[in-house]
């Protein structure tokens, strides 16, 4: 049985003489001559098909403009009589107790300048095929009000519930001595808007030309691929750009980049000037687009992705981040300049939660990038401009969504880092991103994105939540075949905790080099064991190390004392609020 039995039980009360459904317009009870809705959304042609599925009604439902006779039926033992009406796209269905009705809802007579005849399509053409029901809205299926019935235009329409209340269990009308509760009904999975989402992996139509350009870009492990009008398309192999091929005309370039333009993208695309999305190709892989209007054009910049999530082993990350999996709650960021891998290593601590542990991992990036399957975890993974409006929205929505590990793309304002902390204070582990060059760098940029009288709840606030800062750089290896990472690690623990409190990070460096036994880690450490182990040149050592006095073969790695060894067990066994300020 449909859904209709759920409607039907009004019809049970003394006041109620009709139910009455109508396309474009909420379900209404008709009670002492006026509709009142039962429903909080506007139903569809599709959704009152779904209702009379199997039941005697659908037998009622005309294949041509017009009204059919009020017909006496039997539901689930019950009799009624209804009737149902089409106008174009539009369908009403009237039902009601045979000794109920006393002042009939007039149908609207068929409009022939309501649809071209070109755009009609017949009702028949919804009905299901192979039990499967169509997702597809017909053109022209809502009615704009004034050419909707008399009695259904002068239904109320559901008044909008704030997303900060709980929606109201029922409806009260004035000089009433009963309430009409308000139907918990929602559209079928089948003509849901949920339907018109389509999945991230979804292959996107590209040209040959394109095509091909980006497999040979895979092959050749570029990471970015150019094209722009007026210049030959460009491929930034360990990082630089090469050329390849004649340039290329504006028509060309557009020629490659309008097919991946869908109707949002490209609407942004004419109003900003700039489009970012994702895309997967077929043949090619996935990747992250940015197409752009400049001075001799269009400009395309393609940013190729991981056709697997990485893992912490695979980009000789430390294994010190394995230390994760012991918390349930906190916040780890990730930072480092555009273009240093910040979003591949947060993908590869969502791959170590998926891999190791049967949590909910919530992640919200603009756009989705690396796809994650299912292993022990349930990943959601979250669209801002397609799934949701901002991080902010996504993340104030997020927690009451029962995650466990909530994955931010990238901290971008004050709004979004209050709720990454809040969430990281109530029990979620938070991971997030940010583009500044070093840990100290990053924790000052958290706080001065407040204003100045809160940056003291604020450092309080971040000492008890902060768990690891991964700073990162991409360094070019000695054989020019690729890059690999260098990483500063700073660890949570008191000592860090007892200077971001009493805003002391000018003394970081200090804690860095001592700091081993915690688990902390210095960018030139980490580019010294690369240096020891021959894979970069102590040239590039020095270019991207903060203090390149220190970068050399024999410059000693600082190994931690018993002491220190000691006075760090200590420390992650004390409690952050029992000790006093000195």
Known sequence: MSGLENFLHYLERGDVSEIVFQSGATAAA???????????????????????????????????????????????????????????????????????????VPVAPPDPQLEPESTKVPIGAMRPANGQWTSARP????LESSQAPPEIRSAPPAPRIPSHRPPPVAIKYPNARSVIPRHSYRPPPEASPLAEFVPADVPASAPPALRKLLVEARTESASDVHIMSGEPVRFRCNGSLVARGAPLDDDEARSLLAPLLNERNAHQFEELGYADFACQIEGAGRFRVNANKQRSGIKGCFRLIMNEPPTVESLSLPQELRQMLDYHQGLVVVSGPSGAGKT????????????????????????????????????????????????????????????????????????????????????????????????????????????????????????????????????????????????????GNMALWSLIRDDKLFQLPSLLQRGRAFGMIRIEDSLNELLAAGVITEEVAKAYADDPRVIGAGAPVPQPTPQDQERARKGTRRNLFSRKDK
């Open 344 to 491: 591949t290593t947060l993908a590869a601590l969502v791959d170590l939660f998926n891999a190791e542990r049967s949590v909910h991992v919530i992640t919200v990036e603009d756009p989705v990038e690396i796809i994650h399957p299912i292993k022990k975890a349930i990943i959601s993974q979250r669209e801002v401009g397609s799934h949701t409006k901002s991080f902010h929205a996504a993340l104030k929505g997020s927690l009451r969504e029962d995650p466990d590990v909530i994955a931010i793309g990238e901290l971008r304002d004050c709004e979004t880092v209050e709720k990454a902390l809040e969430a990281s204070e109530t029990g979620h582990l938070v991971f997030a991103t940010m583009s500044t060059p070093s840990g100290a760098t990053t924790i000052d940029r958290l706080i001065d994105m407040f204003p100045p009288d809160d940056q003291s709840q604020v450092r309080a606030t971040l000492a008890g939540a902060l768990k690891f800062v991964v700073s990162q750089r991409l360094v070019p290896k000695k054989d020019g075949h690729g890059r690999v990472v260098a990483v500063e690690l700073l660890t």
């Open 30 to 104: 008709k009670r002492k001559g006026r509709l009142q809705p039962v429903t909080r959304e506007p139903l569809t042609a599709q959704h009152i098909l779904k209702l009379v599925e199997q039941t005697p009604l659908q037998d009622l439902v005309p294949q041509e403009d017009g009204a059919s006779a009020p017909t006496a039926t039997h539901i689930n033992g019950n009799k009624y009589v209804a009737t149902v009406a089409r106008s174009g796209q539009m369908l009403l269905l009237r039902v009601w107790l045979p000794d109920r009705l006393s002042d009939p």
């Open 139 to 142: 053109p022209g299926l809502l």
